[in-house]
């Protein structure tokens, strides 16, 4: 496997604890140098302003609110990210519906392929 994601710092924005736990296991074995994560919008947004990140994991819905703030305030920084979501529908927001989208529940390859190809443009 590309080792793309060799080094990289990575923000998930993830509410659910054992899905989050479950994707930084995952980024761990592909090599990223930090995960770091947040479980709220206001979380996400602080940490956006605080630190650098090469790239982004963004839950669709967070506790019951949509992560618009967070995904316009990575878009503004130039931080390119992904979506996750478990929800089925096509609910993906204008001017952000060219982001890939990873489906709940993903599996370890569906991961690694998702990321590299958004860090690799």
């Known amino acids: 496997m590309d080792k793309l ?7 998930v924005v993830e509410d659910e604890i054992l899905v989050l736990m479950m994707i ?3 980024l761990g074995d592909l090599g990223c140098e930090s995960v770091t994560s947040a479980a709220t919008i206001a979380q996400a947004i602080a940490l956006i302003e605080a630190k650098i990140f090469d790239a ?3 839950d669709m819905n967070l506790d019951g ?9 990575l878009a503004e920084r130039g931080v390119p990210f992904i979506y996750s979501t478990g929800n ?3 609910d993906m927001r204008e001017g952000f519906s ?10 370890f390859d569906e991961l690694a392929t998702k990321l590299e190809s958004l860090l690799s443009h």
Request: charged share 30%.
């Open 56 to 58: 982004a994991m963004l």
């Open 98 to 107: 060219n982001r890939a989208v990873l489906r709940k529940p993903f599996s």
């Open 88 to 90: 089925s529908g096509r």
């Open 24 to 26: 930084e296991d995952m």
């Open 5 to 11: 994601l060799s080094g990289r710092r990575l923000l």
């Open 65 to 73: 609110d949509d992560s618009n703030t967070v995904a316009d305030a």
